[in-house]
């Protein structure tokens, strides 16, 4: 690891001022764990706590880092904390889609929940991840796999803020009566993730 160190130090003195772009390949390829460097994650209780690593973090390889604002994220409530403590809800997430109760596309997500890493049950594909993206956060239906209890809009308050903006782009004003009249073709699969597994028509009509 120190031998690794250095080559990286002398890299980047070599390389100049301009700061290699971050890959989460690329550090998780040492073995660290995602708590080495987010260090808050573990006691967070609230959405605003920054869980991005401190650059004391950084400094025992780098000689400098540049760490960017923390991503915008729609919740309003969702304690680190407590998820973390429930430990690797991988295998939960996996059965759901196996038993095809998932709520929502699976493409690309079963083959990253055979992992021992808490983290990366919700945070997936990052030992593949040559830059950070959004592709990493969670997923609405991975909350929905537990917190399971639709009743919007109440229930949509339990993690989103009362004003947030959820509604889909085609929930526009004439929204219901395009639908009514099959304009859209919408089917009732993609109402699923904000209606609930037990959606059904003649619950509005």
Known sequence: MRSFAFILLAWGAAAGAAAAPFSHKLHLGLDLQCVTCHTAAPGSTKVSDNLLPVKTVCRPCHADAQIPAPPVTRLAF??????????????????????????????????????????????????????????????M????????????????????????????????????????????NLDKASCVICHGRNFRCLGCH
Do not use: W
């Open 141 to 184: 239906a991975d909350c929905i796999v537990c917190h399971s209890e639709i009743d919007n809009p109440f229930s949509c308050e339990k993690c989103h803020a009362k004003d947030a903006q959820l509604k889909p782009p085609s929930h526009v004003p004439s929204f219901l009566s395009d639908h009514t009249s099959g304009k859209l």
């Open 78 to 139: 969702f304690p680190h904390m407590l998820h973390l403590k429930m430990g690797n809800i991988a295998p939960v997430l996996a059965e759901a889609i196996d038993k095809k109760t998932y709520l929502g596309p699976t493409a690309d997500i079963r083959r990253h929940l055979n992992t021992e890493n808490a983290c990366e049950a919700c945070h997936r594909g990052l030992h593949e991840s040559d830059q950070v993206t959004s592709a990493a956060m969670p997923r």
